[in-house]
């Protein structure tokens, strides 16, 4: 039985996983609100780093109750939304959205798919999908359903099958300040594109934002409050995030569940740094945290927060 929209729409309310075409890739899709769903994402492509996903939007309009627009920002998504292009804008911090789509970054990235499919979908479900592309991390996005693998099947609700994606590359990044326009991510929309509408040539980050890891992020989101790893006590200096029986301030998994966890991890590293000034304690420290399936992105994320 082929899947339909409505149904996908369900899952995805139901916290499920939903694969669906876009005209770039086909995307493994999660409701953006809901962290335990979005968790699953990286459990399921087996990525080893939680990096900041796309949310996935109908229009404009909705785009509008989940970040903030400047005019640049507007003009670029008059001109080129639906299509291929990601615009990083400021996070509405009232929208709801889980704190492992962002990454626990203030700004969130937003793009509006140019696909029959997507678009109903999103109609549909009346809300911001997250989706990264619908492969295991490391190997090639899909553009058919036929190249889906079983493994990434095997994680999801439905898939819905839709038309290939005719672009085949993913989207182009960009992040629009005031009169500049940053190009985090090359994609299918050229920058000759932009020029023609803005008269501004996106500028490539320069080397000293650039990271070293794949996906180019600004900077990674790290608390203002030193942190400290692998605490087996509760130090009484510290404000502590428990995991499983270990018990502090904040506790990742009360039941050790690494999905609970990961879902948990940036808006408590969040809460834990607010504490920590209010409180003056002088740093913050983490139980440890086993470091198999979800646990290793957890792992590496509080590690590069602790350096
Ligand atoms: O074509 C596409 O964009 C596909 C299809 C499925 O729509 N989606 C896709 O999503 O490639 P994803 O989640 O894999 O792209 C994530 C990349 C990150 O690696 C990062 O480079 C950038 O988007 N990104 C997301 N949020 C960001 C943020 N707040 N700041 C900077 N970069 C961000
Ligand atoms: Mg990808």
């Known amino acids: 039985m082929v899947a339909t929209t409505e149904q996908a729409a369900k899952a995805l309310s139901n916290g499920e996983l939903v694969i ?36 996935h939007i109908r229009d404009l309009e909705m785009g509008e109750e989940i970040a903030e627009f400047n005019d640049l920002a507007r003009r670029l998504a008059a001109a080129f939304w639906p299509g291929p292009m990601s615009l990083v804008l400021p996070l509405c911090g009232d929208a709801g959205i889980s704190e492992l789509v962002t990454a626990g970054l203030s700004t969130i990235a937003l793009r509006v798919p140019n696909h029959p499919t997507a678009q109903e979908l999103l109609s549909a479900f009346n809300g911001p999908i997250a989706a990264p592309s619908a492969n295991i991390s490391g190997k090639l996005s899909p553009t058919r359903a036929g190249d889906l693998s079983v493994d990434v099947r095997m994680r999801v609700a439905m898939v819905l099958e839709g038309e290939v994606s005719s672009v085949g590359l993913e989207s182009t990044i960009l992040m629009p300040e005031e009169d500049r326009i940053f190009l985090l991510r090359s994609g299918a929309m050229t920058s000759e594109m932009v020029r023609e509408l803005t008269d501004i040539t996106p500028e490539p980050l320069s080397s000293e934002d650039k990271p070293k890891s794949p996906g ?92």
């Open 20 to 55: 669906f075409p876009t005209e770039t890739v086909f995307g493994l899709g999660a409701d953006a609100r809901n962290g335990a769903t979005v968790a699953e994402i990286f459990a399921a492509k087996g990525r080893p780093q939680f990096n900041p996903l796309i949310a």
């Open 216 to 307: 180019q992020l600004l900077k990674h989101y790290a608390p203002n409050t030193p942190l400290v790893l692998d605490c087996e006590e509760w130090p009484p200096e510290a404000v502590h995030i428990g995991f499983g029986d270990r018990e502090g301030d904040f506790n990742l998994s009360q039941t050790a569940d690494l999905t609970e966890a990961a879902a948990n991890l940036f808006a408590m590293l969040h809460a834990a740094d607010r504490l920590a000034i209010e409180a003056t304690k002088s740093k913050i420290t983490v139980a440890p945290v086993p470091a198999y399936g979800l646990g290793v992105a957890i792992n590496d994320r509080l590690k590069r927060a602790s350096s």
